[in-house]
């Protein structure tokens, strides 16, 4: 526990001086670059060391599985390849530049987006399969396969 309260203290101190940098930075490429490391890198490890204290207080033993951390890098490969097509675009003066920075937060979200609506949609084929299975049909056969003895009386 005290491993866990340490990175969120240290991530909070990090967070902080990003603060404070935003705050202070005159140059707009700096300043950009602090928010983007707020942004992209801060809160994500904030929310990760956060879900880390509450495990360990729940006593639960960590998950590290390779899923999360690829998409977080997938996730950083989209917003470095978004930046880029938004630069060419800005370097190449096209007439719709502005559209193009959205491109980073765009392919984030689609990298995010995916496994969300995946989740979403084993969640509601679950439920549906579920649902099915406890419902019998005319002849007396459920739907898992359990077939019902006939009554006595009929």
């Not at 005290?2 to 967070?15: D, E, G, W």
């Not at 801060?42 to 998409?71: M, N, Q, Y």
């Not at 190449?92 to 530049?97: D, G, I, K, L, Y």
């Not at 193009?100 to 509601?124: C, D, E, Q, S, T």
């Amino acid at each position: 526990m005290k491993k866990a309260l340490s990175k969120l203290i240290a991530i909070i101190v990090i967070l902080c001086s990003l603060g404070v940098a935003i705050g202070v930075t005159e140059s707009e490429i700096w300043l950009g670059a602090w928010f983007i490391l707020f942004i992209y890198f801060g809160i994500p490890v904030l929310l990760l060391s956060i879900a880390d204290l509450i495990r360990s207080f729940r006593g639960t033993p960590e998950k590290h599985s390779v899923f999360s951390t690829g998409i977080h890098v997938t996730a950083i490969f989209g917003f470095l390849v978004g930046f880029l097509l938004h630069k060419m675009a800005v370097w190449s003066e096209h007439p719709s530049v502005d559209k193009h920075a959205y491109l980073p937060l765009l392919f984030v979200a689609m990298v995010y987006g995916f496994p969300a609506i995946m989740w979403v949609r084993a969640k509601a084929t679950e439920i549906f399969f579920r649902s099915i299975s406890t419902e019998e049909s005319p002849e007396g056969i459920r739907f898992d396969g359990h077939i019902r003895e006939p009554d006595e009386d009929q």
